[in-house]
């Protein structure tokens, strides 16, 4: 199973965190979840808001192409790069992973 390598966040994940076990075929967001990050997911993880973003900076390549519709939302996500995907439609692949929780998210649930 590959590894998935969470860089700091600071209120999520302070010292950042390594997961050994990643199963192949999980969502990014529900490993993180299952190993208590507790990585925004406002929509319920059904692809209708970008709380879940995520920056992937290693094994972007392993993941596999994002929907239109994850594309579509991609583009409102607050700083968004080429390698960022919705962290609920992305499967873990093969490869290792390096995964970077930007510092902020809109998500006006939290806000209130």
Not at 46 to 51: H, I, K
Not at 64 to 84: N, T
Request: some cysteine.
């Amino acid at each position: 199973m590959p590894k998935i390598t969470i860089l700091p966040h600071e209120q999520l994940c302070p010292e950042g965190a390594v997961i050994e076990d990643a199963p192949v075929g999980e969502s990014i967001c529900d490993v993180l979840l299952d190993h208590h990050i507790d990585i925004d997911h406002a929509c319920e993880k059904s692809c209708a808001c970008t709380t879940c973003h995520v920056i992937i900076r290693q094994g972007f390549d392993s993941l596999e192409e994002a929907s239109e519709l994850e594309e579509d939302l991609l583009d409102q996500a607050w700083g968004l790069e080429a390698d960022s995907r919705l962290s609920c439609q992305a499967l873990v692949g093969e490869e290792d992973l390096v995964v970077e929780i930007p510092k902020y998210t809109i998500n006006h649930a939290r806000e209130h």
